[in-house]
């Protein structure tokens, strides 16, 4: 059974910066690992995946102040936010699915840690 535990969040101001991790009951490198969030009101929505060997993607509109990455001895999954904005306002949730193929696949998520609330203030 797949374990994850977030941990990170807070209440930051705009342009602040926060990391958020995830440690994993499994053997990361045969996972895709991944970041999502959700916001009041609004559906769960993908922020950045990551491969088993380190491939990363992030969301094209947050690609330029997020940044996944993945420490497999550790068996932690982070991800580092800046610059952020009131609109990042969520609960972040770190899921896993297995990766058969080498390539991660949004709709392919299925297990999931509890979240982590992340609040920016303006």
């Known amino acids: 059974q797949v374990q994850l535990v977030e941990s990170g969040g807070g209440s930051v101001q705009a342009g602040g910066s926060l990391r958020v991790s995830c440690v994993a009951s499994i053997t990361m490198s045969s996972y895709c690992m991944g970041w999502f969030r959700q916001a009041p009101g609004r559906e769960r929505e993908g922020v950045a995946h990551i491969t088993g060997d380190g491939r990363a993607t992030v969301a094209d509109y947050l690609k330029d102040r997020f940044t996944i990455s993945r420490d497999n001895a550790k068996n932690t999954l982070y991800l580092q936010m800046n610059g952020l904005q009131p609109e990042d306002t969520a609960i972040y949730y770190c899921?896993?699915?297995?990766?058969?193929?080498?390539?991660?696949?949004?709709?392919?998520?299925?297990?999931w840690g509890q979240g982590t609330q992340v609040t920016v203030s303006s």
């Open positions: 899921g896993a699915h297995v990766q058969s193929d080498g390539y991660c696949y949004w709709a392919q998520f299925n297990s």
